[in-house]
């Protein structure tokens, strides 16, 4: 576990509420258990035996596992979870590597349409920008191309939600999300098209 998870290595947590996830640190590693820290403003997103996804980079790629949050220490803000070695997968570091993206698109929740722009795409999901707010406790139907004009459809989980004032001082939100539902062809269109934006801007 010590060529896996130490101390100081950031990590990414999604806690079984999705609004609380977040970047930390893990603060301690002993046995198979690790201790990470957290925000004092996500501690209400957070409970005993609460379910946890958690990403982080490794030399050999992206280590992903999920646990559940065995203590919370709510006075030192910190988070004592199970690592299971023989329950993690390893991921490739380009999988999820994000790509400037830039196209317009519509989402839809059933009752409205959301007329957004994206920023950023990764095979995991993508950064958009959007007049409206959106909810963090919905599930958008989106649909997009990349370089060519086949659809690629499947929902958008937006994660966090940050209110922006841009340079013409209009106000908009940047929006980072996850998709969901995603066909495993979909997925390895979307990695096959950001390892060759990756690729051509290294030779450029």
């Known amino acids: 576990m010590k060529k896996l998870l130490k101390k100081n290595q950031k990590i990414y947590v999604v806690p079984q509420d999705i609004k609380g996830a977040m970047s930390s640190k893990i603060v301690g590693t002993e046995r198979s258990v690790i201790e990470f820290e957290i925000n004092e403003k996500d501690l209400p997103y957070y409970e005993k035996n609460g379910a946890l996804e958690i990403f982080t980079v490794v030399d050999e790629g992206m280590l992903y596992f999920k646990t559940k949050a065995d203590e919370i220490d ?8 199970v690592f299971d070695k023989k329950s993690y997968d390893l991921l490739q570091r380009r999988e999820y590597t994000r790509i400037d993206f830039e ?6 929740d059933g ?6 722009s994206t920023l950023d795409i990764s095979a995991g999901g993508m950064k958009i920008l959007a007049d409206l707010p959106l909810s963090t406790e919905k599930d958008y139907t989106i649909e997009f191309s990349l370089e060519s004009n ?3 459809q499947c929902f958008f989980r937006p994660i966090r939600v940050d209110e922006v004032r841009l340079k013409d001082k209009t106000t908009k939100n ?8 995603l066909k495993n062809i979909d997925k390895i269109a979307i990695v096959q098209f950001c390892f060759k934006k990756q690729s051509e801007n290294t030779n450029k």
Request: hydrophobic share 40%; glycine share 4%.
């Open 74 to 81: 709510s006075k030192n803000r910190t988070i004592k979870a």
């Open 103 to 108: 196209k317009e698109f519509t989402l839809k």
């Open 111 to 116: 009752e409205n349409d959301y007329i957004c």
């Open 150 to 152: 086949i659809p690629i």
């Open 174 to 181: 940047i929006i980072s999300g996850r998709f969901i539902a």
